[in-house]
């Protein structure tokens, strides 16, 4: 769990892949944190991907560093514990002049029964159960 979202952190970026119908959508994330033992992400209720996830929560996140890639495949599920927003909240201050944790629109999801996948060209891929 540990090396998956220091893998995430290192990244900075991710790139999170969602289900809009028969249409794949993704687009950038960033918010990786660790709470309550499972790896979160954030996101807000008005946009686009959150409807994506609240409609069909598998997902697929990919990022990219030092030669290595990860797939992370998997379900997420909402936590609507406001400390479980608030952790996310302080792990990214920048965040907070966009977000509140009580604002009805910041939202943050755990993974459940994901697999992550860590590749390269020189070695072989490592699965890390989360
Ligand atoms: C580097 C980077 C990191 C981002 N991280 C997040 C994030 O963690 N959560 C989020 O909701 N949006 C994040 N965004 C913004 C989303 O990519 C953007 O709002 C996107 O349009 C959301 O997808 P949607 O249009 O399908 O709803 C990030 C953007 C960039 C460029």
Known sequence: MEKVVQFLKDAQT???????????????FGTANVYDGKLYIQTGKVKDVSKQIHANPKVEVCAFKDGEWIRIAGKLVEDDRVEARQSMLDAYPELQGMYKADDGNTEVFYFEDATATISAFTHAPEVIKL
């Open 14 to 28: 991710y790139y999170l892949a969602t289900v809009d119908g028969d249409q794949p959508r993704v687009r950038p």
